[in-house]
């Protein structure tokens, strides 16, 4: 029974060293295509609660909220991606909305990416709290996503539908 702690702390001592390298990967490269990769695989590892705690130790919601107000489109798909993955958990969320990320995601929702307006919507409708509510269902907020509602792309129309029939009361 021991050795099977030992082996799970040391699966756990493996998991965090190698989150840690891409941080530390993502800090120290100055090519735009590795930062993406890390940024990617960042992500990617966000989907999964288990990394949670790691990735607040290493402060990579940081790095993803930096992220949104990058110039390059990409940086900006990751970031609002790995947001949206881990803000489903409360610390996560509480951290997200502590440091201003519901004006950050909103800023989003005018990307040229498709995937970056899809994961806004998506993280918006996760950060919806009865303190975040203001500000998330403020009448530029709910205009956009009328526009949206109304587009061609099913799938934008599709999120913004459930957006404005989930997060928004009747009145608004």
Avoid at 17 to 30: R, S
Avoid at 108 to 130: F, G, H, K, Q, R
């Amino acid at each position: 029974m021991a050795s099977s702690g030992r082996l799970k702390e040391s699966k756990s001592q493996d998991r965090f060293d190698y989150l840690q390298a891409l941080v530390t990967e993502f800090q120290d490269t100055d090519s735009q295509e590795s930062k993406e990769q890390v940024l990617a695989n960042l992500a990617n590892f966000a989907y999964d609660p288990s990394n949670y705690q790691y990735l607040r130790q290493l402060q990579v919601i940081d790095l993803f909220l930096d992220m949104l107000t990058e110039d390059n489109e990409r940086f900006v798909e990751f970031g609002i991606g790995g947001l949206c993955n881990l803000c489903l958990d409360q610390q996560n969320k509480e951290y997200i909305l502590q440091n201003d990320g519901v004006q950050a995601v909103l800023d989003c929702l005018s990307s040229p990416n498709e995937d970056t307006v899809l994961s806004a919507i998506t993280t918006l409708m996760y950060l919806m709290t009865p303190l975040s509510r203001k500000e998330i269902t403020a009448m530029p907020v709910i205009e956009c996503m009328l526009r949206f509602s109304m587009s061609k792309n099913k799938r934008l129309s599709n999120l913004a539908t459930l957006f404005l029939e989930d997060i928004c009361s009747p009145e608004e």
